[in-house]
């Protein structure tokens, strides 16, 4: 069984378990368990999200906030993902398009209750990609450089994605 949080870029957050996850048709469907005004089985727009969340439960831990720092060197495709609502990921981009309007992202916390995220393009502020092999200062949370990360990356020549 595969669970789901569904973040819409309105708001609106449903859960429950995955039906079918058509991408490409532009939808997904999935049993709601919780939400604001629905349950029972949906059909939902991929172009309303936010982000669609594979996680291990739906509940989860909500005092948990996850790390924002690869333990050891960083792999190929690290990334950070700052949201247009201010939240931020961070974790391993396997493929990424610069114009598609999805990409996936993995946590690099293990121990985040998401699994992936399928991002919405247009709900991303910011996608910067760190260089692979470094490594993250320990226990601060956050990535190296920091706040600098978009300027470095920028200087460095390295991928660097901001949206209007």
Request: aromatic letters at 10%; a negative charge.
């Amino acid at each position: 069984m595969h669970y789901l949080v569904a973040r819409f870029a309105d708001g609106r957050v449903l859960k429950g378990t995955a039906l079918g996850l058509d991408f490409p048709d532009g939808t997904f469907r999935m049993d709601v368990t919780s939400g604001q005004g629905h349950t029972g089985p949906a059909e939902l727009r991929t172009g309303e999200l936010k982000a669609l969340f594979g996680v291990k439960e739906l509940d989860g831990d909500p005092k948990r906030v996850d790390k924002k720092a690869f333990i050891g060197p960083r792999p190929r495709g690290a990334a950070t993902v700052r949201f247009q609502d201010g939240e931020v990921m961070v974790g391993v981009i396997p493929d990424y398009e610069p114009g598609s309007e999805f990409f996936y992202i993995v946590p690099a916390d293990a121990k985040s209750n998401n699994i992936w995220c399928y991002v919405s393009a247009a709900a991303s502020e910011e996608v910067c990609f760190l260089q692979p092999g470094g490594s993250d200062v320990p226990g601060s949370g956050f990535p190296l450089i920091g706040g600098m990360v978009a300027l470095v990356l920028s200087l460095a020549g390295l991928a660097h994605v901001r949206r209007p």
